[in-house]
């Protein structure tokens, strides 16, 4: 009886998380952004939002994802606490050859970014938004490693719960 509860409990959990991360980001009262990548190669994004009003360093990054050349991204952005927000390029892994910081003066109006070329508009901030990008993949590995592993003890204990008893 406890396993059984112990399975039904741990579906449900997963359901809930998968449906939870797999819907689209779509915030209300979001600012959207669009990503335009116009420079040759495909370029993998983040962006970095400072929902911090008392400058203590808290930095929420997103990937936005890689985008091929001539192509975009939409990404919807909680800008509550924020007036600005930062978008990280990585040619590579640890490559990171774009780099530019944007005020948001109208919360209202969506904005469209087009990288044209590779720039680091500061390298201090650049350094600072590549370390937070490092702790949210790093983040990112933890989980999905522990996502793996409890969907094969949820995998196990399904299989001994409905295998036949000789």
């Known amino acids: 009886m406890f396993r059984i509860a112990t399975v039904v409990f741990s579906i449900s959990i997963f359901t809930y998380w998968f449906?939870?991360?797999?819907?689209?980001?779509?915030?209300?009262?979001?600012?959207?952004?669009?990503?335009?990548?116009?420079?040759?190669?495909?370029?993998?994004?983040?962006?970095?939002?400072?929902?911090?009003?008392?400058?203590?360093?808290?930095?929420?990054a997103k990937h936005i994802g890689k985008i091929r050349p001539e192509y975009y991204r939409i990404e919807h952005l909680k800008m509550d606490k924020s007036n600005e927000y930062?978008?990280?390029?990585?040619?590579?892994?640890?490559?990171?050859?774009?780099?530019?910081?944007?005020?948001?003066?109208?919360?209202?109006?969506?904005?469209?970014?087009?990288?044209?070329?590779?720039?680091?508009?500061s390298v201090k901030l650049s350094d600072i938004a590549k370390k937070d990008v490092e702790a949210y993949n790093h983040e990112n590995i933890k989980l999905g490693i522990w996502v793996s592993l409890d969907f094969l003890l949820l995998f196990l204990n399904l299989v001994l719960l409905l295998r036949k008893k000789k």
Do not use: C, M, R
Request: glycine share 6%.
């Open 19 to 60: 449906v939870k991360k797999s819907a689209v980001g779509i915030v209300k009262d979001s600012l959207s952004l669009q990503v335009v990548n116009k420079l040759p190669q495909t370029l993998d994004f983040y962006v970095i939002n400072n929902n911090d009003p008392d400058k203590n360093g808290i930095l929420e």
């Open 86 to 121: 930062w978008i990280v390029g990585y040619l590579g892994k640890k490559n990171l050859v774009y780099f530019s910081q944007h005020s948001v003066p109208n919360k209202n109006i969506d904005q469209i970014i087009e990288v044209q070329n590779y720039i680091n508009q």
